[in-house]
């Protein structure tokens, strides 16, 4: 009777997975948006630095709500920038970014 049953059960069970979908979570935050696409400055005032690094030189300043396009993210967590309407580039901490409303 075992033997009978275990292709009924898994028949089931893959039914119900198909139906059901099915997802896993292991604690990975989500990749960075692409490169390219214009974000804004999430913090009232962040440095853009001339390399993805605190010891690196500052160029200039980028305020709260200041566009900037996004060209790349580092393993890091930092991210090329070009602020929209200076023109000045240089490398921000990506988590002060936000989408523009």
Same mark, same amino acid.
């Given at each position: 009777?075992?033997?009978?049953?275990?292709?009924?059960?898994?028949?089931?069970?893959?039914?119900?997975?198909?139906?059901? @979908?099915?997802?896993? !979570?292991?604690?990975?935050?989500?990749?960075?948006?692409?490169?390219? %696409?214009? $974000?804004?400055?999430? #913090?009232? !005032? #962040?440095?853009? $630095?001339?390399?993805?690094?605190? !010891?690196?030189? #500052?160029?200039?300043?980028?305020?709260? @709500?200041?566009?900037? $396009?996004?060209?790349? %993210?580092?393993?890091? @967590?930092?991210?090329? #920038?070009?602020?929209?309407? !200076? @023109?000045?580039?240089?490398?921000? %901490?990506?988590? %002060?970014?936000?989408?523009? $409303?």
């Amino acid at each position: 009777m075992n033997k009978r049953l275990l292709p009924a059960l898994t028949l089931l069970l893959l039914l119900a997975a198909a139906i059901g @979908g099915c997802s896993v !979570s292991i604690g990975v935050p989500p990749p960075p948006p692409p490169a390219g %696409y214009v $974000r804004v400055t999430a #913090v009232e !005032s #962040v440095y853009i $630095r001339a390399c993805p690094s605190t !010891s690196c030189d #500052v160029r200039t300043v980028a305020y709260r @709500g200041q566009a900037v $396009r996004v060209w790349e %993210y580092d393993a890091n @967590g930092w991210a090329r #920038v070009t602020l929209v309407d !200076s @023109g000045a580039t240089g490398w921000m %901490y990506a988590r %002060y970014l936000a989408l523009p $409303r």
